[in-house]
């Protein structure tokens, strides 16, 4: 079989692209996700997304991270399948769509996505961490030699000796001089470390408010593959109407067979 594919990029998250309205991909099959997803002998992606028919709103996202399995809630990759539902014309400006996480409401202006991320309830105080769900597990740990730090090697330390075999994603964050946060996440699923994580930057930004390194309610985070701005407001317990917003992009297309 010969598929059509799309590569896109958020801030240097990458993902392998389709649209599965007919339900044509096989999605059982890790191996051909894992190879599709692989830089060497696939495409090349942390993920693969796949858009698909949903009753109630206009699309549903299934996420898969690059060791092909289904993962939870992608960021990054939420805001590149919003850009692709607009290149299907499936809507206009502003759009919903499901996701493993839940409902997601989502606008789009030339290549910027602001995607609406699921209410943040409980914050965790870990040894010199915090940690929470931002639709994906997160350990946030304040550090001071960020560009140095050998972040595959700390981070799987983390990631399989503080969280197990289920593991959590891992960022190393800090602060820059102009009030925005420098991050470095190392992500589950990957294995390794990525130039974005959308629900990272996510956590990243409810952490340093939560720990007052920040008083406004919209911060700007730099990942290595570009800028991202977080925006949300205040709850007794945790924050809602949390928006993550920055560049998603098309890349390429192209065909495969498998």
Same mark, same amino acid.
């Given at each position: 079989m010969t598929a059509t594919f799309y590569k896109y990029q958020g801030t240097g998250n990458d993902f392998v692209v389709f649209d599965n309205r007919n339900e044509s991909f096989p999605k059982t099959n890790q191996a051909l996700i894992a190879r599709l997803c692989d830089r060497k002998f696939g495409v090349g992606a942390d993920g693969l997304l796949l858009l698909e028919n949903d009753a109630e709103t206009d699309f549903r996202m299934v996420y898969y991270n690059a060791d092909g399995w289904e993962g939870s809630m992608c960021g990054n990759g /939420?805001?590149? =399948?919003? +850009? @692709?539902?607009? $290149?299907?014309? *499936? @809507? &206009? #400006? &502003?759009?919903? $769509?499901? +996701? =493993? #996480?839940g409902l997601h409401e989502a606008s789009i202006m030339g290549d910027t996505v602001r995607l609406k991320m699921q209410d943040v309830s409980e914050i965790k105080t870990k040894p010199n961490a915090l940690f929470m769900d931002t639709g994906s597990p997160h350990h946030i740990q304040l550090v001071e030699n960020l560009k140095e730090l050998d972040v595959p090697k700390e981070g799987a330390k983390l990631r399989y000796g503080l969280y197990g075999e289920k593991g959590s994603n891992i960022n190393f964050v800090q602060p820059d001089e102009n009030g925005s946060f420098g991050i470095r996440t190392y992500e589950r699923g990957v294995e390794n470390e990525t130039l974005s994580c959308g629900t990272g930057v996510t956590a990243v930004a409810l952490a340093? !408010? !939560?720990?007052?390194k920040v008083k406004e309610n919209t911060v700007a985070v730099k990942a290595l593959g570009g800028n991202l701005m977080v925006r949300f407001e205040n709850m007794d317990k945790g924050y809602e109407n *949390?928006?993550? &917003? /920055? &560049? +998603?992009?098309q890349v390429f297309k192209g065909e495969i067979a498998w």
């Open positions: /939420g805001r590149c =399948i919003v +850009a @692709f539902a607009k $290149f299907l014309n *499936i @809507f &206009e #400006d &502003e759009t919903s $769509f499901m +996701a =493993i #996480d340093m !408010h !939560h720990l007052g *949390i928006y993550l &917003e /920055g &560049e +998603a992009k």
